[in-house]
Structure formats: C-alpha cells, structure tokens
C-alpha cells in the first residue's frame, strides 16, 4: 500500500473518533476535576444530585458560614449573612475578604444579585417563604440549597449528627478528605474531654439565652443538650421539646440549677444579663444564683456547626 493511501485510512479511522473526543471532552475532563460525583444527598426533605460541586455559594447564618471556611472552601463563597457574634480568630482573615449581603438575612433580590449556585442556611427562617427565600423559589431560579441538619430535626440532635453536617457539605463541594479529618480530630478532641470528666457527678445547668416575662432557654432537641451532658452537665430543661424554646421563671426555681450559661450574643451584653438575673427576687433561692455560679458560651458555640466539639471542653472547664 502506497503512503498516500495510508495517510487517508488514517486519517478515516481518527476522524469519529477525533468528533467523540470533541463532545465528549469537556464532560470527562470535568468527571476528572471532580471526583465522587454526581453526588446525590437528601437533606430536609429535599434531593438533590450534583453534577459537580458548587462554585457561587451564599452561607446565611454563621455557623454555616463556619463550616464552609473550615473546610478550606472561602473561594466558593460569593457572600454571606447573619454573623450573630465575632467569627472565630481562626476564620477572620478569611471572613474579612468574604462579601457581606446583609447584616441579617438578604433581600430575595440581593440574594439573586450575588448570582449563587448555591445558598447554605443555618436555620429555616433563612429559607423563609414570606420573605421570597424559599428553596422551591430558589430552585426554581435554578439555585441549590442546603439547611443545616438542625434546622429540621425531628428528634434530638447529637454530635453525630455535626459529623454528619459536615461530611456531606464536604461531599457537596468536592472535598470529603477534609470533612473526615475535621470529623477524626473532633472525636479525639472529644474522647479526651470525656476521659477527663469520668468520675464527675453531672452539674444541674439552666441555659439562658433571653427573656424577661419568661425564659428562653435551650430544650432537649437541640445539640445545645448534647454539649451539656458532654461537658458534665444536666441540662434542667432537657424535657422541653425544642432546641429552643420558653419556661417559666417558677419552673427555673422549682429545678434548682446549680449552674446558669448565659449565651452570649446581640445587643443585651453577659454583664446585663447577669445583672438581671442576680437581681429578680424570684430567683434568690435557686443554688446557681445564691452562689453566683455562671459560665459563658456565645450562642455560636451552642449550634451544629464545627465549633460544637470545641464548645464542650470550653463549657466543661467552666463547670
């Protein structure tokens, strides 16, 4: 067979193969640039699939906010809201060069203006339908969502319920190696609190968070208990079936607290918090106040998102 000739059959035989690679190319480069996907995830009651992972994500409460910068992903975050008190030092740098859309929650049109492909949400009110924030709205504009697992829990939520929380976010944008460090030095970080704590009797602990008329204190649903009981404590309100939620003040005396966390956060400081308990003649004979025994943790602390591990040796210290 002459060259010529060669050269055409070649050329032939490349030639479908040369149109395959060119359609198909920029899908299996992609495949190769992100491994462990499509992934699909049901959270909330809502599945999702993605064919890739995010790359415009909006975070709207700061404990989210907290999970993506821990993962390593503050390059996938076109903005965020709701910071409820100071990120941690470790966030802010990173946080300081992340656009602020709002001081609480966005407008739907500020949201949209950001162009996200993605809104993270801490609790259901930042999904909320009256204010044009739904998820079914956002899906419709072709954005995908997340709430955090807190935000629609069913029944209490615990420490593996944040592993969780933060492997699949890992999952979602491509970097699960990251989740399950993060997740492996917090159960160490955790056995090793618990191992400090074995032979402690459990401390009766009231957890106030606001209120005048009544108490808004931490339930038995939200990770707030798990930390509690982790830290060596007996959360009084653990019945209350809420992760949050109100009590009376005649029910705070009738269960003898022996500590009182005060959730620091908002405008109302720890100091006027404090002033307004020790000074209510209702509590005068409940142990935590008669011995003025506080302890202090930012609400930030108190919710499923990476800093829950760290909040229980903070708290077990203080008790």
């Not at 079914?136 to 995908?144: F, M, P, T």
Request: neutral net charge; aromatic residues 8%; proline residues 6%.
């Amino acid at each position: 067979m002459s060259r010529p000739v060669r050269v055409l059959i070649a050329a032939a035989l490349l030639a479908p193969l040369a149109a395959c690679s060119s359609s198909e190319g920029p899908e299996s480069q992609s495949a190769a640039q992100a491994p462990g996907f499509p992934y699909t995830v049901t959270n909330c009651g809502v599945k999702t699939t993605y064919e890739a992972p995010p790359k415009r994500a909006v975070t709207m409460n700061q404990h989210v906010t907290e999970v993506m910068l821990e993962l390593g992903l503050k390059d996938r975050i076109a903005g965020t809201a709701y910071l409820d008190d100071k990120v941690l030092p470790k966030y802010a740098k990173a946080y300081a060069d992340t656009p602020v859309l709002a001081k609480e929650y966005p407008s739907y049109e500020k949201l949209l203006a950001a162009d996200p492909d993605f809104v993270y949400g801490g609790y259901a009110s930042a999904f909320q339908a009256g204010e044009g924030r739904s998820r079914a709205a956002l899906a419709k504009s072709g954005i995908d969502s997340r709430l955090n697992v807190e935000g629609c829990a069913k029944r209490a939520v615990t420490m593996d319920d944040v592993y969780k929380e933060v492997r699949e976010v890992g999952s979602t944008f491509g970097v699960r190696p990251r989740a399950d460090k993060w997740v492996g030095e917090a159960k160490r970080q955790l056995a090793a609190t618990a191992g400090e704590l074995k032979s402690e009797k459990p401390v009766p602990v009231f957890v106030y968070d606001s209120g005048d008329k009544t108490a808004f204190t931490a339930g038995g649903r939200g990770i707030g208990n798990d930390i509690i009981e982790r830290a060596g404590g007996r959360n009084v309100f653990a019945d209350l079936d809420k992760a949050f939620g109100d009590a009376s003040w005649e029910s705070v005396v009738d269960r003898k607290p022996e500590v009182i966390v005060i959730l620091d956060y908002g405008g109302t400081t720890v100091a006027q918090k404090k002033k307004r308990l020790l000074e209510d003649p209702v509590l005068a004979d409940v142990p935590a106040i008669k011995n003025k025994r506080f302890a202090v943790l930012p609400l930030s602390d108190t919710v499923a998102g990476v800093r829950a591990p760290g909040a229980v040796e903070k708290l077990a210290d203080q008790l």
